[in-house]
């Protein structure tokens, strides 16, 4: 490998025969493609098609590093899992901090591949350029939180585990993958923990003690004292508050998802008793850091009276806190963090969880379902014990929970009467917690992420709100409301966070006073490679672009890039709130003709030809 | 009966028990609700709840005149039938020209309100004064064509007879009543002839020699006289090319619907082969007219040679040649016309056929389903063979056809595998040929329609290109593509229908030079009744608010008020076209604050006790 910055090594393992092969990692394509989400979605690209079956033993399940994964480059702890997902059937991608990404490459390797199935329960133990398929029978049946030190006493005592808990064992497919135990992080979207489970690996334990070579050592090794001071001081909300911080400014900006996205009026109070302050203020015993961070944002709780007590680990995120609470009208923010725990051990992810259980919170309120479907649990909004008995439903696939495992969108099909109306969810994956009525780029952003509802893909909101980036040609924030121009925006952010996903940043290192310009500048400290302003976008374009094309050959097009009409008829009122209605076709648009992409969502071969996707 | 214009009698029929009673019309309802659509409203409202199964025996099936039917008002042949719809499941009405309506009323009847189900098949003879119910198991089988000269031979020569074909026999969701035999008219919509199917009942026959007593007689008399010259002058495009002289204007206005509304450039050549004019220089034998016209809009053809000799009666209408013909991409007029009488003879409603043939045709291309589910037909479009077969199959309920014939919406249910995504209905009810993309307030108007998607409840995009009020303040057409004002226009339009389709006068009026201004003295000729404009628009305001009332009870609110997603996301390009895509949630908003309803579309207390619609 000529690059600096990776192993150079990926390691291919199939569960089916036992076997494994490392390979040399293919330097053209980190060159046009990164690492991390990019890279993945190369192999996924290259390596399946689309008769490949998510649950099947011929899906690949990748984990991939990136450049600045291991290195001491700020909040690069990070690595991707992309796949076909099971919840939507087409590009499934999920992006997760801790310390194993770090750990794997230390191990030797930039990424993982597995396909296959073993016959019996598995893991998978990858300490410094070996590995080793073991019997996991012992661990199977048993969550997150549970296995952690087991695989660490069996392993190394330093070593990090991406695990499954029961509901990847069972195969929901909204069931996440777990790293750092008490203190997870979760590659939660797309069902990523039900690919895992149907290849009957419970857990890959990374340890390594190696190095990640790059090109200006010093300059590298000098970046977090060089900027410390910059992002703690810019990111102090993060530090303080975690994501939860902002909650409250949600509500008050009409963005916090409440009642299934339909109740319209404010929830200032109650978002007042879950948001990161109270949090702060009443259970936070701590703080933990993934790989190389400087804020850690991570909330480490405790709850050691009242019904709760007993959670002891990660504190629920901001994502967390909308979904399966105000979404579902609860504000009681013990069983919140009752309830996250619950999700992280049986391994959920609880956006979709949220998504799901108030989804069929409506349907029970509609009297579309009824006691008799809930195995007689009164599923009324705001009702914590409802919440807790269907999230343990989902997970052990009982009863209604077998259905609502599935995601929103097949479980509309299946309760039917007219339940599509209030199923929120894009190409079926649940919506996150950032109301398009609030964003008019951040619509067009979720509307057109390759893996379905999602934020991350471009973070558009938040550059209608803070956040700028003059080297790519957004020299400011753009009002929420504005609509011109918001196609464009949303495009050029995906381009930008394909990097960040790709390189293996943080995406809160935007919000801490780090610009684009840095980024280069490390990227150069990293591979001892240039990259103009142009090429960091052009390559985020033809990653975002890629992870298209593969959507594409799944019948992916502009019928699918739409938002729930709830967002585009209902207004939300109330003190306030400025009532929006986005809008959408105009800035859908726009958003295509900037792309260069046809009428139908389709990218032309003139632009595949200038990304290089088309010789 | 004090009002004048009205007979003052309403017959009620109870088939189950072969009973009928004459009553008195409601005399403080037709102050209220003045006739034909919002009279009908009234009785629905008030005698059936939202239990009442649309096929069920307790439905009723009202036959409305108005208080211009059966005067010489010009082109006041007109009435009304209104049912809870079996196909959409909420409000169904259908506006229907003809003979029958006037000699209903001559024959003594403002109205018939038919419920219960008779034993084996009857019809119904009406005639000066008295009614009879009779066997029709002769009739049983046979199409509206063949049944129209039995009827009359068994009751009377210049009787009209209102009757199902086969498709209404046979209980087809989308079938239609059709009036005066090949000089055929229907109530195509809303599945109004399955509702008489369901009652065994195949056909009323009118006739009467009687008289509409009117305030004015002598002005009255001379409204003909007074006006044909101005209706003839400015309407001459309906009396010369039929509804389809506009059909090449609609393409090139990128309003004509082309393979199911998804096909988006040009079609110029093949509008030109179906186009009114094409038909009037080639098969058209003569024209045909509702009562008391002036116009003769009604095209009389006959194919005297090629594969479709016989076809003879009614041509097609506009709506009919753009569902079953562009709709389809079928451009061979002959053939149209071919089906178009076939849909006539079987009763059932072109547009809602049309539609949901283009649906299945798109189904069969995308994959979803195949020659063994259609039968071994190669449902492809443009196959004027697979046309004619899907039209026979739906009719007799064969393979295919049965779920067909139940519409769009639980077609696609049925089909399932997100055949939703090009299911281009609203409520239920199929797409008339007019694109939204090409017409904002029509796109409003359509979604807020009570019986579904109807271009007829408000005809708002007729406004937004030729048609004005100023009386009831539309000063001049608004420009198509305007947005501010929209919702506005739409609510203010579907106000002044409600008017036109309760005095009972056809629209066309409106496009032939006649204003409010006239309507209103008409109605103090006809009544003796003075109405201030204010008045006019606030009577047609609570018919309006009734149908909505009825459709609330029922469930309706503001998550059905919406257009298929096709329309706010795919973009109609071509030479000329101007690429629209309307932001329907901020024309919505405006139309339900202008209408004085809630932010979920429900009309709030003030605005109902303002109408005199609560106490």
């Not at 569960?15 to 690492?35: C, M, N, P, Y």
């Not at 098609?49 to 909040?75: A, C, K, Q, W, Y």
């Not at 001071?229 to 909650?247: D, H």
């Not at 009642?259 to 703080?287: D, H, P």
Request: some cysteine.
């Amino acid at each position: 490998m000529k690059l600096k910055g990776y192993i150079g090594k990926v390691l291919h393992i199939d569960l089916t025969h036992s076997k494994g092969r490392v390979e040399d990692l293919k330097e053209d394509w980190a060159d046009q493609f990164i690492g991390g989400s990019g890279l993945g979605t190369k192999y996924l690209y290259e390596m399946t098609d689309e008769r490949t079956n998510p649950l099947g033993p011929e899906n690949l399940l990748i984990f991939m590093t990136g450049p600045f994964t291991g290195t001491s480059v700020p909040l690069s702890g990070r690595h991707a899992v992309v796949s076909r997902s099971p919840l939507t059937g087409i590009f499934g991608e999920s992006d997760v901090g801790g310390t194993w990404g770090a750990n794997l490459k230390k191990a030797g390797f930039d990424g993982i591949i597995v396909t296959g199935k073993s016959e019996k329960p598995t893991y998978l133990w990858v300490h410094d350029g070996a590995w080793e398929i073991r019997d996991a029978s012992h661990l199977w049946g048993k969550d997150t939180y549970e296995i952690d030190p087991i695989l660490k006493s069996e392993t190394h005592e330093k070593a990090a585990a991406s695990a499954i808990g029961q509901a990847g064992e069972n195969q929901v497919l909204i069931s996440s993958i777990m790293t750092d135990g008490r203190d997870g992080r979760a590659a939660g979207r797309c069902g990523m923990g039900a690919v895992m489970g149907s290849k009957n690996l419970k857990a890959i334990v990374a340890c390594g003690t190696g190095n990640v070579s790059v090109f200006d050592t010093e300059s590298v090794k000098q970046l977090p004292k060089e900027y410390s001071q910059r992002i703690i001081q810019n990111g102090g909300n993060f530090k303080n508050y975690g994501t939860a911080g902002a909650l409250s400014t949600f509500e008050a900006m009409g963005t916090l998802p409440l009642q299934n996205w339909k109740f319209v009026g404010r929830w200032e109070e109650s978002a007042e008793k879950i948001n990161g302050f109270t949090m702060a203020e009443t259970i936070l015993k701590g703080r933990f850091f993934c790989d190389a961070c400087l804020l850690g944002c991570g909330r480490r709780i405790k709850l050691e009276k009242g019904p709760y007590a007993g959670v002891d680990g990660a504190g629920p995120e901001y994502e967390t806190l909308a979904l399966l609470g105000s979404n579902c009208l609860i504000d009681d923010l013990e069983a919140l963090c009752f309830a996250n725990e619950l999700c992280n051990r049986f391994g959920l992810d609880t956006i979709s969880t949220g998504g799901v259980i108030a989804f069929a919170m409506e349907a029970f309120e509609k009297g579309l379902i009824d006691r008799k479907d809930t195995g007689g649990i009164d599923l009324r909004w705001g009702s914590v014990e409802a919440l807790i008995e269907m999230i343990k439903m989902i997970a052990w696939k009982k009863g209604l929970g077998e259905l609502l495992g599935k995601g929103i969108k097949k479980a509309s099909e299946g309760i039917g009467k007219n339940s599509s109306e209030f199923a929120m969810h894009i190409k079926g994956l649940e919506m996150p917690a950032h109301d398009p009525r609030g964003y008019n780029a951040g619509g067009v952003g979720f509307a057109t992420s390759s893996r379905g509802a999602c934020h991350l893909a471009g973070l558009s909101h938040t550059f209608e709100r803070v956040l700028k980036a003059p080297e790519i040609g957004i020299p400011e924030p753009l009002d929420r409301f504005q609509v011109e121009g918001k196609g464009i925006l949303a495009a050029k952010t995906q381009n930008l966070m394909g990097m960040m996903d790709s390189l293996k940043l943080c995406k809160f290192i935007l919000f801490a006073g780090v610009t684009i310009s840095d980024i280069v500048k490390w990227y150069k400290y990293v591979t001892g490679k240039e990259m103009a302003f142009d090429d960091f976008a052009k390559t985020g374009e033809r990653i975002f672009n890629l992870k298209r094309l593969y959507n594409v050959r799944l019948g992916i097009s502009r019928k699918d890039d739409f938002l729930p009409p709830r967002f585009l008829t209902f207004k939300r009122v109330g003190k306030g709130l400025t009532p929006n209605l986005p809008p959408f076709g105009q800035m859908l648009s726009e958003y295509y003709e900037y792309r260069g992409w046809s009428e139908d969502g389709i990218p032309i071969p003139e632009k595949l030809k200038e990304l290089g996707l088309l010789k």
